[in-house]
């Protein structure tokens, strides 16, 4: 029997920004991703920006969406419109 060796590489974690309104918030959409990916070994980190019954315009709008990505450091961004 050969036993498998463990890998000495720790996973990094994947960085997601979700950007929406209730739909996004009220369902925890972060959230459950971080959970099914957590399932499978997968560390994510989330970011929510959400305002309810907020479209894309308004967050482009307040200016907190674009610093935020401005920012960096996001391996994916979700937009969700209305």
Do not use: C
Request: aromatic content about 6%; cysteine-free.
């Amino acid at each position: 029997m050969v036993a498998k060796k463990k890998s000495s590489v720790k996973k990094q974690s994947i960085k997601v920004l979700f950007i929406g309104n209730s739909f996004t918030q009220r369902n925890n959409l972060p959230g459950l991703l971080a959970d099914m990916a957590a399932e499978r070994g997968l560390p994510v980190m989330t970011e929510l920006i959400s305002a309810g019954g907020a479209s894309l315009r308004t967050h482009w709008n307040s200016g907190r969406a674009t610093s935020t990505i401005e920012k960096g450091g996001y391996d994916y961004v979700v937009l969700q419109e209305q």
